[in-house]
């Protein structure tokens, strides 16, 4: 199981990015994906997940109304679309899979997960 992200980048606050989680070496539809996000000095925290099955997505209150998660497993790939964005959401997003499906664990939580990639920095900064 390989994830690697992208679309890190520094933007002004207000602005937008998309993340993207790239997923090889195994079959994306069967994995439930998760957004994590690290600022520095502190816990990576659970942003968003979806489900593999039905694509069910999950938010922290922290992001909900401005991140919506999105997959195509065809693509292997899935999406974090990231607006409105803060100096608060600064830090470094990780992308993570696991094969449980959201029902069977709390899908921001990050001991759910067992593969993760290695991170995107996003700065928000004027």
């Known amino acids: 199981v390989q994830l690697l992200e992208s679309g890190g980048d520094l933007v002004q606050p207000g602005g937008s990015l998309r993340l993207s989680c790239a997923a090889s070496?195994?079959?994306?539809?069967?994995?439930?994906i998760g957004w994590f996000h690290q600022a520095p000095v502190k816990e990576r925290e659970g942003v968003s997940s979806?489900?593999?099955?039905?694509?069910?997505?999950y938010y922290a209150d922290s992001v909900k109304g401005r991140f919506t998660i999105s997959r195509d497993n065809a693509k292997k790939m899935v999406f974090l679309q990231m607006n409105s964005l803060k100096p608060q959401d600064t830090g470094v997003y990780y992308c993570?899979?696991?094969?449980?499906?959201?029902?069977?664990?709390?899908?921001?939580?990050?001991?759910?997960?067992?593969?993760w990639g290695r991170g995107t920095q996003v700065t928000v900064s004027s």
């Open positions: 070496a195994f079959t994306l539809a069967d994995y439930t």
């Open positions: 979806i489900d593999p099955t039905d694509g069910r997505t």
């Open positions: 993570a899979a696991t094969r449980r499906g959201t029902l069977s664990f709390p899908p921001l939580n990050r001991r759910g997960y067992d593969y």
